[in-house]
């Protein structure tokens, strides 16, 4: 096992892995830009290390400065966390040529599934259900209209690099295809760099279904069961439950066989998801991969009973899973609500300080954050501030309990998005589980 585990990242993601590196005995080190020098992961860490200005870039984005960090404290792994470097293969890549262990999966597990369509292309040959489309990047105006003609309108054009929605046009009618196709080339380019599109069959009402997924260096690869992320905002997942409400335990068995399958197709290993697009009749297809730990991984600890991170950290090792698929059960239920400092009508962020704060507590309340009273929420960083993570017997006890929870979360000095979380659980459609990732702009758009 390892000595001591460096954490290239910041907020509630590094003090939960340091929370498990002191459970496993593990000595931790924090990195921290100079704006970050009184976070509560630094003062968590057992060492920490300055690694740079506030920006980004420069700081927990910069792979020198933290690899440096790494040798100079001695540490022999590195978690990278969620977003920042945790998709990076350049990342793993040095680590292994300096020693250290990546803890996250091989950079070829990275590279392969982080172009869409490459991944798309590897499922389709394994077998697994994708949504009708291009098969492969279309290469002109004149392509994309011939492929939308085939598989008919409503069509969605997607970037095969980034994510976090950019890069996504649906296109109603032929008239439109042209335009829309040199439109999105054009976005995607000044995003990313690379310019590759791809097209699908729009889905109407789908629900969006990811399953969490292990698997270690032996290749034995196991599935943890889904989380519903349906409830999202301009692709930014706002509230997530496990399990999903509508999956029966046959679906859950089949849905969950489909979600191996596809990471043993690229021998995956580490913590990983798969995610899925299912209509209204239960069909599913795979859209894309997650190769990290995500910020929605609670919910799956929470009906499971398996601390993911300290199973990454295991796998790392070089440890082989202990838990045959058959011991995993699904146990009640559990919600997460995302509390961002944001405005909770507008969604802008609203950086400041916290000037009074009070946390839920009581049975089934788990509060994943790195906030406390007097702490300044920057503008630098992403604007998640808390997740509020319950677990019950059953749907409607989660959902009395977050309800319950909301109000006593108490934060002042800042706006939260905790005003907008109430008024979703009071609504009836989501409180009856009828819900698509449509649900918001429905019945919250203004
Ligand atoms: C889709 C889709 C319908 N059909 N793909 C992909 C990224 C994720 N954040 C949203 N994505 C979608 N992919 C097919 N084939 C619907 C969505 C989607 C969406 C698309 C456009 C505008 C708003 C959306 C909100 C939720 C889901």
Do not use: W
Not at 205 to 221: A, M, R, T
């Amino acid at each position: 096992m390892f000595q001591k585990i460096l954490i290239a990242n910041r907020g509630e993601i590094a003090l939960r892995i340091i929370r498990a590196c002191k459970e496993l005995g593990i000595k931790s080190v924090a990195v921290h830009s100079t704006v970050d020098a009184n976070a509560l992961h630094v003062k968590f860490a057992d060492e920490s290390v300055c690694i740079g200005p506030a920006a980004s870039s420069k700081s927990y984005l910069h792979i020198p400065s933290i690899i440096s960090a790494a040798e100079i404290t001695g540490a022999d792994a590195i978690h990278p966390g969620y977003g920042f470097l945790s998709e990076n293969p350049a990342l793993p890549e040095v680590c292994e040529a300096c020693g250290i262990t990546f803890i996250g999966p091989t950079p070829e597990n990275i590279r392969l599934m982080g172009n869409k369509v490459r991944a798309i292309s590897i499922m389709k040959g394994a077998g697994i259900p994708t949504i009708p489309g291009s098969d492969g990047q279309i290469e002109s105006a004149e392509e994309a209209v011939i492929v939308a003609d085939k598989i008919g309108y409503p069509i969605i054009m997607k970037a095969a690099e980034g994510g976090g929605g950019k890069g996504l046009r649906v296109v109603e009618k032929k008239e439109d295809v042209a335009k829309s196709f040199n439109l999105i080339k054009k976005e995607i380019e000044a995003a990313f760099g690379e310019a590759n599109v791809y097209i699908e069959k729009f889905l109407i009402n789908p629900k969006h279904i990811e399953f969490q997924i292990l698997g270690d260096s032996s290749g034995q690869i196991i599935h943890l069961g889904e989380r519903d992320c349906s409830i999202q905002r301009r692709h930014q997942k706002l509230l997530e439950e496990a399990p999903c409400a509508i999956i029966s335990p046959k679906q859950r068995e089949k849905m969950g066989k489909t979600a191996v399958k596809a990471a043993a197709t690229v021998g995956y290993v580490s913590a990983g998801t798969i995610e899925f697009l299912m209509d209204s009749d239960g069909n599913y297809y795979f859209i894309e991969m997650n190769t990290r730990i995500q910020v929605e991984h609670p919910v799956t600890e929470m009906v499971t009973g398996v601390d993911l991170v300290k199973e990454q950290i295991r796998i790392a090792a070089g440890e082989s899973l202990k838990l045959k698929q058959e011991d995993v059960k699904i146990f009640g239920h559990s919600i997460e609500c995302r509390i961002n400092a944001e405005d909770p009508d507008k969604f802008i962020p609203c950086p400041g300080k916290i000037t009074a704060l009070n946390f839920p507590g009581g049975p089934g309340i788990r509060v994943d954050t790195a906030i406390y009273t007097d702490y300044t929420v920057l503008p630098n960083y992403d604007s998640l501030i808390c997740k509020l993570i319950v677990h019950g017997i059953d749907r409607e006890d989660a959902l009395a309990k977050m309800n319950r929870a909301l109000e006593e979360f108490h934060v002042e000095g800042i706006k939260t998005t905790i005003p907008f979380h109430r008024k979703v659980l009071a609504n009836k459609a989501f409180r009856e589980g009828h819900f698509s990732t449509n649900f918001i702009s429905e019945h919250f758009s203004k």
